[in-house]
């Protein structure tokens, strides 16, 4: 199997996995990777997410990297487009990272 059809066969599952983290949580690349039965595609996953097309509905900005920090560089539009999507979804940051005990999704739906 090429890495292409790996591509397109967890596409899906990781965008229906996304579009199940309820507003005020978030997960991680790796997490999400890990519902999606990707270990270790957490790679995968972003480059997934990256490649959104424009002006997707899909809640890309609930996904954070392990540390639960936004993986944009610091400052950049990015990084402040996606820091304001986690705070008007009533996700705070404090020191730039977010509290995986208050934030963090389980993976489970509904919660």
């Given amino acids: 199997m090429t890495t292409a059809t790996v591509t397109d066969a967890y596409r899906e599952q990781i965008w229906k996995i996304v579009h199940s983290i309820p507003q005020?949580?978030?997960?991680?690349?790796?997490?999400?990777?890990?519902?999606?039965?990707?270990?270790?595609?957490?790679?995968?996953?972003?480059?997934?997410?990256?490649?959104l097309p424009s002006g997707s509905a899909l809640p890309w900005h609930r996904v954070v990297n392990a540390s639960g920090r936004i993986t944009f560089p610091l400052g950049s539009d990015k990084y402040r487009e996606q820091r304001e999507r986690l705070m008007s979804d009533g996700v705070i940051l404090r020191n730039d990272k977010i509290d995986w005990k208050l934030f963090g999704w389980d993976g489970s739906h509904g919660s």
């Fill in 24 to 51: 005020g949580k978030v997960s991680s690349y790796g997490a999400v990777a890990q519902y999606a039965g990707l270990p270790r595609g957490a790679r995968l996953v972003g480059r997934i997410l990256s490649q």
